[in-house]
């Protein structure tokens, strides 16, 4: 599955995995849908629904993956 970027927002189809690496500091915002947020060496996920943003505290690899199709901006 290839990501499609509409008015600024990343789009990801339900089940779809968006890999983020060294990313902290960052901050991830979900648009539509709902993603979940694991970060590497963290005992604590993350679940974004509409309007909620969430900034990335680790280095290394973050996973965000859709629950159902949804948009999410990184900033």
């Not at 499609?4 to 339900?14: H, M, Q, V």
């Not at 590497?40 to 509409?50: F, H, Q």
Request: proline share 3%; charged share 20%.
């Amino acid at each position: 599955m290839k990501l499609e970027i509409a008015s600024g927002a990343l789009r990801l189809s339900r089940g779809q995995t968006l890999k983020l690496t060294d990313s902290a500091g960052s901050t991830i915002c979900a648009r539509e849908g709902t993603v979940w947020i694991t970060e590497e060496n963290s005992r604590k996920d993350v679940v974004l629904g509409p309007g909620h943003c969430y900034q990335i505290g680790k280095p290394g690899l973050t996973l965000v993956q859709a629950f159902a199709d949804a948009s999410v901006s990184l900033a």
